[in-house]
Every structure is written in C-alpha cells, then in structure tokens.
C-alpha cells in the first residue's frame, strides 16, 4: 500500500446497533485504487466475551510497545517511554486475567527498565530479576 489511504465509520441506531467501516486505498503494486468495506456489531464492553476483551488488550499492548520504541530508541524520550508502558501495565493488571500473566510480567519488566533510564527508579512494579549488563529481562 502506497500512502494513499482514506477510512471512514458509519454507525447506525439501530437495534442491532451495527457499524460499518469504508476503506479505500491505493495499492503501491499497480496504482489502482482498491476499496472495501466490513460490518460489525457494536459490543458493549462489559458484555464482551474474553476473547474480544483480551485481544483488545493485546492490540493496547503492541500498539503501546511501538510507540514507547520510539520514544526511547528515535527521540531519546525516556519519560515519555515510562508513562506510556507504566499505564499500559496498569491497564493489564486491572484486567485480572490469568491468561494474560506473561504479557503483564512483560511489561512490568519493562516498565521497572524504562523507570531506571527516565529517573523514577522505584516507582516501577516488583519483578523477579533484571540482567545487569542490558538491563532486560532474563531470558527462560
């Protein structure tokens, strides 16, 4: 895909509460404009089931991971970096969702890392061990 890309999102009140979301974008490969469209239901949230809820929180989780990359390795921004996966582990543990215990321990390393680099050492959640020379987790 080339940098040509529009979407939009159409919602409907209705009693199934369906959305509808419109694509269009140029493909790099021959120029041509390809579209496409997807309905959906809109899902309360607290009536979502498991899967939908913990893939939300893992979608949080990369999007989240990316930007705070590039905070700490392009912009040298280390605060920034903290803040972002300091509330990322929040919203993980708030969850209370065992099958999401490594991504939570993921992050809490993380987060205890990126507190040292950004001056809030200590303020980080308690993890089991970090390796001194990358200041990483350890490997299993």
Partial sequence: MSGHWSASLHSENSPKHSSQVELAYEDAADAKTRQGTAAFALVDRQSAGLGLTRGELLV?????????????????????????????????????????????????????????????????????????????????
């Fill in 60 to 140: 949080d989780q990369a999007t989240t991971l990316r930007r705070a990359m590039g905070l700490h390795h392009e912009r040298n921004d280390q605060e920034g970096a903290y803040q972002l996966v300091r509330a990322l582990g929040s919203r993980l543990r708030s969850a209370a969702d065992p099958g999401l215990a490594p991504e939570v321990e993921l992050v809490a390393h993380l987060e205890q890392t990126l507190a040292r680099a950004s001056g809030h050492a200590g303020e980080g959640p308690s993890v089991e061990a970090i390796d001194p020379i990358t200041g990483l987790p350890p490997q299993p």
